[in-house]
Every structure is written in C-alpha cells, then in structure tokens.
C-alpha cells in the first residue's frame, strides 16, 4: 500500500516550465515502478513517463525533449521537470506506483496544468 499525493501544478504560458513533484508514502518506495500520466478534457488518460525500480526511463513520443522525469528514493519522491510547454499539455496530471511482483497500481489525486497565453 503506498499513497502518492502530486503538486506543483498550475498556469503556465506556452514555452514555459513547470515542475512537477510526486510524494509517495505508506510503503517501500524502492518496490514500486513510478510514471506520471496525464488525462486531457475529453480524452483518455494516457502515459506521459515513467521510471522503474532499476532505472529505465521512458518518454510518450509527444513530450520527448521537453519533459525529464527523475527519482529520489531517498525522499520517496518522483518528479517531472516540464519544458517548452504546449497548449496541447493542458491536462490533469497524475503520479502512479506499480508494485513489483503483484502488479498492483496506485494513483494520486492529480494536479492540474494549464498552458494558457
């Protein structure tokens, strides 16, 4: 069991940054593949990166070179460094832990980002 409460949501002008953070606790963080996911108005929730346990990091083709996802297991904490913002980023934006072994997967609440001019 592990709860994820995400933050650093906001309004942000197309081009800018925002940084994301993800804080999980409740479990071992170091059991669980990390990714953060994101859910438009009117379409579905789709991957937008993750980070496993060992290291793999991976990018949806529409956020590569602009996003940097990374991990501190010391602080039990995920991030996603967001650059060059689009419009098309607009979405709320969810953590998610996959545990090891069991597949189980937990979410948090979400935070909202806006790229609005």
């Known amino acids: 069991q592990v709860q994820l409460v995400e933050s650093g949501g906001g309004l942000v002008q197309p081009g800018g940054s925002l940084r994301l953070s993800c804080a999980a606790s409740g479990s071992a963080f170091s059991t669980y593949d990390m990714g953060w996911y994101r859910q438009a108005p009117g379409k579905q929730r789709e991957l937008v990166a993750y980070?496993?346990?060992?290291?793999?990091?991976n990018y949806a083709d529409s956020v590569k070179g602009r996003f940097t996802i990374s991990r501190d297991n010391a602080k039990n904490m995920l991030y996603l460094q967001m650059n060059s913002l689009e419009l098309e980023d607009t979405a709320v934006y969810y953590c998610c832990a996959r545990r090891r072994g069991s597949g189980d997967s937990y979410w948090g609440q979400g935070t909202q980002v806006t790229v609005s001019s």
């Open positions: 980070f496993t346990i060992t290291g793999i990091t």
